[in-house]
Nanobody, 123 residues
Framework: VQLQASGGGLVQPGGSLRLSCSVS????????LAWFRQAPGKQREFVAR???????NYADSVKGRFTISRDNVENTILLQMNSLKPEDTAVYYC??????????????????WGQGTQVTVSS
């Protein structure tokens, strides 16, 4: 498995979760990595991206609440999610891109995907 996401679960509104995506070493060192999410009946949408050099991009809907980071020792990307809202409920996927896009928000820009982890925000 080249990308494997974990860390999802059930959390109350206002709570926090941290997602993790374990990435094989060769891929980790050569790729920009991102998180997407897909809610039932909706299209997959961009959440956040981190480049090889550590630059980050966020969807407006998560800016200020979510933080993406890279652990270059563990070959892992993390998504710290704070102040969670019911509308954050979705399956979250990690993905990699070979190309550093200026606007890295389209799922078609990513060629490898993890299996997804469910995040449910509900009281």
């Amino acid at each position: 498995v080249q990308l494997q996401a974990s860390g999802g679960g059930l959390v109350q509104p206002g709570g926090s979760l941290r997602l993790s995506c374990s990435v094989s070493g060769r891929i980790f060192r050569s790729s920009d990595l991102a998180w997407f999410r897909q809610a039932p009946g909706k299209q997959r949408e961009f959440v956040a991206r981190i480049t090889i050099g550590g630059a980050t991009n966020y969807a407006d809907s998560v800016k200020g609440r979510f933080t993406i980071s890279r652990d270059n020792v563990e070959n892992t990307i993390l998504l710290q999610m704070n102040s969670l809202k019911p509308e954050d409920t979705a399956v979250y996927y990690c993905a990699r891109s070979r190309i550093q896009y200026t606007t890295p928000t389209a799922p078609t820009q990513y060629d490898l995907w993890g299996q997804g982890t469910q995040v449910t925000v509900s009281s």
